[in-house]
């Protein structure tokens, strides 16, 4: 390990104990010849998550959170000390497979023009995984609420998730999943930390905007490969997730377009779930199945009020 190592990893760690164990061992066990250190952050995980690091992995930085900060907020923890030319946010719950993390450094060294880059997500049972997408736009939300982006054709309609893409070609995007997102240390310097008021969801896409509007490209590189579990820590939010996420993309158009662009985001999303809440009570008494996400999008539609954001 040298002063200024070429990699930080940093990991945002909340009650994924066994995830968190794997992702750090697939690190170790393929970043042969990579001058690296791994920051992880935990925010007051209630399992061993804790415990279970300071043993298995010593050489881990950890910072140990007495209560949940939300995973901007964590990562910025880790950003304080990090020391690397470039600073990777990796979810717990990934894998990491075979060269992706030196290749990912490899390619922002030879690509000045790149600030941050992505490369190949796969889930749990190897099938592509689409990460990397769109702005978010008013647009983006109605194909995507609508269910138009999800149609065969035209491609068009797919545009927002990038559905027609098989993540086998190297392309700039607008935005880079927060699972595996490398940032060079000086597009870091220049865009700052992450925005501490998206607490849980949005803070990537955030990131990511500002860093398009100081020049820098993002891109997907076909450098390697990675696994994502997805959502380990979300899923036990239950409809909370949902509010969470609607609550973020709000905020989003707010803190980017003003009220008026808040307002439209809020109501394209407020529609989509009142609907689904809707269709699914009509179609409850078939299955169970059903009348669980019937309950699930009437939780989220009473509690819409939630997902406006107090503060700008």
Excluded at 188 to 202: A, I, R, S, Y
Aim: proline fraction near 3%; glycine fraction near 4%.
């Amino acid at each position: 390990m040298t002063d200024r190592p070429e990699l930080s990893i940093v990991i945002v760690s909340f009650n994924t104990e066994t995830m968190t164990c794997e992702c750090l061992d697939s690190i170790y066990a393929n970043a042969a010849g990579l001058d690296f250190e791994i920051i992880v952050v935990d925010n007051a995980s209630s399992d061993k998550s804790v415990e279970l690091i300071e043993q298995r992995f010593p050489n881990v930085v950890l910072i140990k959170n007495k209560d949940n900060r939300g995973f901007a907020a964590a990562n910025n923890q880790a950003f304080a000390i990090a020391r690397g030319d470039h600073i990777l946010l990796l979810n717990s719950d990934t894998i990491i497979l075979d060269q992706a993390l030196q290749r990912s450094v490899a390619y922002l060294k030879a690509h000045l023009e790149v600030g941050a880059m992505a490369c190949r997500a796969l889930n749990t049972d190897r099938t592509l995984q689409l990460t990397c997408s769109e702005y978010p736009t008013h647009f983006n939300l109605f194909l995507q609420t609508t269910g138009l982006d999800r149609l065969p054709w035209p491609k068009a309609l797919g545009k927002y998730q990038m559905r027609h893409w098989r993540r086998d070609t190297e392309r700039d995007v607008e935005v880079i999943s927060g699972c595996y997102l490398m940032i060079r240390r000086t597009a870091f310097d220049e865009v700052g930390p992450l925005d501490e008021n998206f607490f849980f969801f949005g803070e990537e896409t955030d990131w990511c905007y500002r860093l398009r509007r100081l020049g820098w490209k993002l891109r997907f590189a076909t450098v390697g490969e990675y696994i994502h579990h997805g959502g380990a820590s979300a899923k036990k939010l239950r409809f909370k997730r949902d509010l969470m996420l609607t609550e973020a993309m709000v905020r989003l158009h707010r803190k980017h377009g003003g009220v008026p662009a808040a307002a439209l985001a809020f109501a394209i999303l407020l529609v989509f779930n009142a609907s689904r809440a809707a269709v699914w009570t009509m179609l409850s008494p078939l299955k169970s199945k059903f009348a669980e996400r019937a309950t699930h999008f009437r939780q989220v539609s009473a509690n819409m009020r939630q997902a406006w954001p107090s503060e700008a």
